[in-house]
Nanobody
Framework: QVQLVESGGGLVQPGGSLRLSCAASGSIFVIYGMGWYRQAPGKQRELVATITSGGSTNYADSVKGRFTISRDNAKNTVYLQMNSLKPEDTAVYYC?????????????WGQGTQVTVTS
């Protein structure tokens, strides 16, 4: 199986920055797409950004120009650089990976990391 461990969340003032990291480990053969999703209280989980194994990226309109997703394939790690943070970015951020392991190809999720933007 594959485990995803996130880090980097926290409390930040509006306009500030945070960098999230998500490291995948386990019996990994290949990791295809990776991404970040978020869920605010009372709302559904939504896509923030995704990145393919080749480096192609996709962003939610609400974060374009402020967030940057990247990955280090050698380390099986995906990052999310978040700049110009707004209170509406407050949510639990989840890492996702589409990975092929000993048990086949499936989706994996991290445990989530809290991001709170407040003055």
């Amino acid at each position: 199986q594959v485990q995803l461990v996130e880090s980097g969340g926290g409390l930040v003032q509006p306009g500030g920055s945070l960098r999230l990291s998500c490291a995948a480990s386990g019996s990994i053969f290949v990791i295809y797409g990776m991404g970040w999703y978020r869920q605010a209280p009372g709302k559904q989980r939504e896509l923030v950004a995704t990145i393919t194994s080749g480096g192609s990226t996709n962003y939610a309109d609400s974060v374009k120009g402020r967030f940057t997703i990247s990955r280090d394939n050698a380390k099986n790690t995906v990052y999310l650089q978040m700049n110009s943070l707004k209170p509406e970015d407050t949510a639990v951020y989840y890492c996702h990976a589409d990975a092929w392991s000993r048990i086949g190809r499936r989706d994996y999720w991290g445990q989530g990391t809290q991001v709170t933007v407040t003055s």
